[in-house]
């Protein structure tokens, strides 16, 4: 489906590829890096070295990086055939998902509440100036 829409609306409004390859190489591009991170430092540590936008980063290159394969695949002259490129961005939208789920629960913990960075940090209740 996202083959057919990409590939009418390419045709149809030529900016679109002019626009979409730059930001897809720029996608991958996170993922490369995001990848050497994790493979040299690991995910807290990455973290922590990156700060907080580590986490927005990885959560943009897992919903933007299977799109951003396809629009590479497809977004050429001719465009890449459809069993082509099927596989290759459902074997890479697995990786993306196995990766994720690593991301996440080394961060904040398999539930969400006993990882280096689950914890919530509360600020001390002022008693009430109401009687």
């Known amino acids: 489906m996202y083959r057919v829409l990409l590939l009418v609306a ?9 626009i979409f390859r730059p930001v ?10 995001e990848s050497i991170l994790l493979i040299k430092f690991g995910a807290v540590a990455s973290s922590g070295l990156v700060g907080p936008p580590f986490y927005a980063v990885h959560l943009a ?6 799109p951003a394969l396809a629009n590479l695949l497809l977004l050429r002259s001719p465009p890449t055939k459809w069993f082509i ?11 993306l998902v196995l990766l994720q789920y690593d991301v996440s629960e080394r961060l904040y913990g398999i539930n969400g509440d006993d990882g280096p960075y689950s914890k919530v940090i509360c600020l001390p209740r002022r008693p009430s100036t109401f009687i």
């Open 10 to 18: 390419a045709r149809k409004y030529h900016w679109i590829s002019r």
């Open 24 to 33: 897809s190489y720029v996608v991958l591009g996170l993922f490369g890096l």
């Open 61 to 66: 290159v897992f919903f933007l990086g299977t």
């Open 85 to 95: 490129v099927l596989p290759f961005c459902t074997v890479f939208a697995f990786v």
